[in-house]
C-alpha cells in the first residue's frame, strides 16, 4: 500500500484563494472598463447623430453604467430609465401603457419624415443592443476578458 500526503496543503489552498480574489478584483475591472466604454459609446455615437439625434441631452445623459457582483457572477449593465428612450430602444409597444405612448408620441413624433410607420407609431430606433452587438462582433469584450485573465 502506498500512502501519500501534501505538506503545505493549508498553504497551496491559500495561495489558489489570493489568485481566485485577485482574478475576480481583475475581471470586475474589466467588464467596468467594458461598461464605461459602452456607455461613451452610445453618449457620443448613437445619440449624437448615428442613431437618433441630441435635441436636449436629456436622453444621452440617462445613459447609466452599472457594474454589479452576486455570488461569482459580475454584470455590467449600460441602461436609461427615461421613458422615451426605452420606446425608441424596444419600439413603441401598446403594451407599454397607453397613455404613456400617445404623450411620448406626441411630443417626439414629427409629422411628414421617416420617423413613423403608416400607423403613426415612431420607427424603433435601438442604440443600446446594436452597441453591445458591435462590441460583441469587434472582439472588444472577448480582448478585454483575456487581458483581464492573463
Known amino acids: 500500500m502506498i500512502d501519500g500526503y501534501v505538506t503545505g496543503d493549508a498553504e497551496v489552498v491559500v495561495r489558489f484563494q489570493h489568485l481566485s480574489d485577485a482574478l475576480s478584483r481583475e475581471l470586475g475591472v474589466a467588464i467596468g472598463n467594458l461598461t464605461k466604454k459602452m456607455q461613451r459609446s452610445v453618449r457620443n455615437d448613437k445619440l449624437a447623430g448615428q442613431v437618433l439625434k441630441n435635441r436636449t441631452g436629456h436622453l444621452s445623459q440617462s445613459i447609466h453604467e452599472a457594474v454589479t457582483r452576486d455570488g461569482n457572477k459580475i454584470v455590467g449593465v449600460v441602461s436609461t430609465n ?7 430602444e424596444t419600439g413603441w ?7 404613456a405612448l400617445s404623450s411620448a408620441k406626441a411630443k417626439f413624433k414629427p409629422k411628414g419624415t421617416a420617423d413613423t410607420f403608416a400607423n403613426g407609431r415612431p420607427r424603433k430606433r435601438a442604440f443600446l443592443v446594436p452597441t453591445l452587438q458591435e462590441f ?3 472582439g472588444t469584450i472577448r480582448q478585454e476578458i483575456e487581458a483581464a485573465t492573463n
Open 93 to 99: 409597444a401598446r403594451s407599454a401603457g397607453a397613455s
Open 136 to 138: 460583441e462582433s469587434a
Open 82 to 88: 427615461v421613458f422615451y428612450g426605452i420606446g425608441w
